[in-house]
């Protein structure tokens, strides 16, 4: 309702101030640690993604890497195609390749690589979806449809040498030039950039849940049967929001794809499908907010504490995720929301609640 | 002109006829009481004509389109509104999200992107205060009480504002105050609303059928008014045994 608008409202303007303020002044405007943070950044946006499929909808969905690789790799095409000149792509000369394949093509053309890797991961999404929600499958059903698409497109990818590079992926890219902008990836205005596309990508998500759409994706993921028979077609709303949910993630992989500098087939790997999931699950699944910032702060402990536990750091995610699922399921969020409460509680007077048989109008009644 | 037309409906479930060549119509404003022993097919009857259930023969006309075969939420769509048995309101969904969703008259995606998830409106406020939640807006439907939550599918009922609405045992665990309470509002609805009730209160029946249907093992036995169905034979025989 209202409040819950202004405390998100609120939520991300402390965020916007965190991250486009407080970040690059904490790091005192170096562009080789804003880098790192450019990286957080991205994943932010994956996991956001995720909250609005599976918090919101109550989608797991466990195929969100297969999109995010897509958007990657249609940024590192493009990035490849510019750093090759007039010749092909290295690696294609490494497997015999000797023109150009035809969807490598249209690569050259940086809006079109643009609306690809937001578009052909929204439309593999969305044909999933279609299939899978006409026949109304759902809960861990998805799950496993997801995740064995995840294990087929990382197999197709990896196989497919001679377009994807394979198990190298694509390196060695060009710097991407927008508009006559030729981005330095460890500049301030890089991570601005990056900053500014979360920020974008959690103001769309913050309209769409407080929409009566997402009212409907709520009520679909407490009660799929009942909303039907309100009218609701429920496939049809579910469909729409893994599309916008497998875009996002493309959006987010074509930042990724940038900040590293390479695209490679561990970005569609069933482990980092499911890291995505914990930290959509340490944030909080039922806002996308808080899905953001718990993949940043996942992957800033992740990046402190790996230095010191090489091999142990995955144990410690493991235990973080058991604790978030046993102790606090509604992660992060989920602990503020029942602070709030709490605090909202005391000082109101505990009013007796309405009988069943009191008179329904006092008006009609006399 | 009836509303409703039912034309020698069937289901079968693994070899068990659940209903069985059922007939009937169903006037514009009128209430029609579901009676019979358990098993009868009365639920079915209902799960049938809103699409819970797909029939494996007959014919369902509502308002002269023919709608046997669509799905249940395009059955919704053309204004029919289903209540079930156990209380199904969205426990994590507010009062006043509870209401917006059940105010689904567009319930397309794009009228749904471009709208905020609660409009405060007359209409809301009037429903809120018909059932006495408007201090409970905010308050998600899991915290309310037994009779409360009972009072808030009502509302989403009316809410809804279906043209026909099914109800499978609206009264189940009433107190008979609540039961008479309950009765005054379905009189009150059918000035703008069909409904078909299934009940075993026969108080409740006596008090707002319009018309009976009784049905035993799949089909009709009997039909008539209350009186009528009281002194009819059949009736006596397929409830007593004799």
Known sequence: MNTKLSYDIIGLTLFAGVILFGVPALFSYDGFELNTFSRYLSLAIVSMALALSWGTTGLLNLGQAATFGMGSYAMAMHLKLKASGDGLPDFMGWNNVETLPLIWGPFQSLTFTLLAGLLIPAAVGGLIAIFMFRARIAGVFVAIITLAFLVA?????????????????????????????????????????????????LIFGLYLTHSKFGLVLRAIREDAERTRYFGYNVANYQTVIFCI???????????????????????????????????CAVGGRESVLAAAVGAILVNLAEGRLSDVFVEGWHMILGVMFLVVVMFMPRGIYGLLVDAGRALRRKPASTKEALPFDTPLNPKQES | MSQLQVRDLQVTFGGLRAVDGMDFDVAQGEILCLLGPNGAGKSTTLDLICGKTQPT???????????????????????????????????????????????????????????????????????????GLQDKMGEPAGNLSHGETQWLEIAMLIAQD????????????????????????????????TLIVVEHDMSFVRTVADRIIVMNQGSKLAEGTIQEIEANEAVKTAYLGH
Request: hydrophobic share 45%.
């Open chain 1, 153 to 201: 497109f990382q197999l197709l990818v990896i196989e497919q040498q001679g377009l994807t590079g394979g198990q190298n992926g694509l390196t060695g890219l060009a710097q991407l030039v927008l508009f006559g902008w030729k981005i330095d990836i460890y500049s301030v205005s890089f991570y601005y950039m990056v900053g500014g596309c979360l920020m974008a990508a």
């Open chain 2, 162 to 193: 279906s043209r026909l609405i099914l109800m499978d045992e609206p009264t189940a665990g009433m107190t008979i105050q609540e039961t008479e309470r309950t009765a005054r509002i379905f009189r009150s609805l059918s000035a703008n609303h």
């Open chain 2, 57 to 131: 023969g007959g014919s369902i006309r509502f308002q002269d389109t023919e709608i046997s075969r669509m799905l249940e939420f395009q059955r919704a769509r053309l204004g029919i509104g289903r209540k079930f048995q156990v209380p199904s309101v969205y426990k994590e969904l507010t009062v006043a999200e509870n209401l917006s969703v059940a105010r689904s008259m567009k319930p397309g995606i794009w009228h749904a992107l471009t709208h905020p998830a609660i409009r405060r409106s007359s209409k809301m406020q009037d429903i809120l205060d018909l059932v």
């Open chain 1, 245 to 279: 949910s497998a875009g996002l993630a493309g959006w987010a992989g074509m930042l990724y794809a940038l900040v590293l500098e390479f695209a490679s087939p561990t970005y569609m790997s069933v482990s980092f499908s499911l890291a995505i999931v914990i930290w």
